[in-house]
């Protein structure tokens, strides 16, 4: 099994093996990607809400009603590359923010789930078991990982949509 990497560090690894351009990171084995926008890569249904926070460790979350909905962005699911399997927490399972509580592993390596909130996981996403590919086809949608009743405030550095943005281009 491959060790576990922070999403950050597998990011890292990913732009390692890229062509830089300005403002875009585009993958050298995928031609789909050529002349690609920051803004396609951040395009979907679901793609950067306004009201999601995001992490430097790329993952995102949303609250409402005491409930946090957390995933990772869209940034790092196309710099793990296929996902292949997910590790959900387990219902009840208590946590505290900054704790990993699943990991994700894709074709190129595996990253642990960070959580920037703490409480209790209260619901987690099946569907992923069975089709982790959905994390790569809506991240930031029906890629949710899990739903957290909060317990205090996110701990650690939080940015708006259009801050991520901004702190993806410039990596």
């Not at 690609?36 to 009603?65: C, Q």
């Not at 710099?79 to 399972?93: H, Q, R």
């Amino acid at each position: 099994m491959a060790a576990r990497l922070s999403i950050v560090r597998a990011a890292r690894q990913f732009t390692s093996s890229v062509i830089h351009r300005p403002s875009l990171i585009v993958p050298a084995s995928c031609q789909r990607w050529q002349g690609a926008t920051p803004s396609r890569l951040f395009s979907g249904t679901s793609a950067v809400a306004s009201d999601k926070k995001y992490t430097p460790d790329h993952e995102w979350f949303t609250t409402t009603n005491g409930t946090a909905t957390l995933g990772i962005s869209s940034y790092a699911a196309k710099a793990l590359g296929d996902v292949v399997y997910i590790e959900l927490p387990e219902v009840g399972l208590e946590i505290s923010a900054g704790d990993a509580i699943g990991a994700v592993e894709s074709v190129k390596s595996a990253s642990d789930i960070l959580t920037p909130v703490g409480g209790k996981v209260v619901e987690v996403n099946t569907k992923l078991e069975e089709k982790p590919s959905t994390v790569n086809q809506d991240p930031e949608g029906e890629g949710w990982i899990a739903k957290i009743e909060v317990q205090g405030e996110a701990e650690g550095e939080t940015m708006s949509a259009e801050e991520y943005k901004k702190f993806t281009e410039e990596q």
